[in-house]
């Protein structure tokens, strides 16, 4: 594996003009702070993914990112945020 520090800055979705790329990298960061029980930072990158998703139409990707801000939300204990993601 390679250190962040040594990944090349033009590899990135965001350097490559990728939009949608972006998107998915937000997204997977959202889930992974999620997973590490970082829940208000996956709450922020999940934001991000949901803006660059909506923006570009993508309805898949906006589902999951919806479902992964619902349980952000419920592990943070904000159930009535919890249901409106996930209602």
Do not use: K, W
Request: negative net charge.
């Amino acid at each position: 594996c390679t250190s962040p520090s040594s990944v090349p800055t033009h590899s990135t979705p965001r350097a490559r003009g990728d939009a949608e790329g972006e998107a998915r990298a937000l997204y997977f960061v959202g889930y992974l702070s999620y997973t590490l029980g970082r829940h208000r930072e996956a709450e922020s990158y999940f934001a991000q993914a949901l803006d660059c998703a909506t923006r570009l139409g993508m309805d898949n990707l906006r589902a999951e990112i919806i479902g992964g801000l619902g349980h952000s939300a419920s592990a943070r204990g904000d159930n009535a945020a919890a249901v409106a993601r996930l209602d």
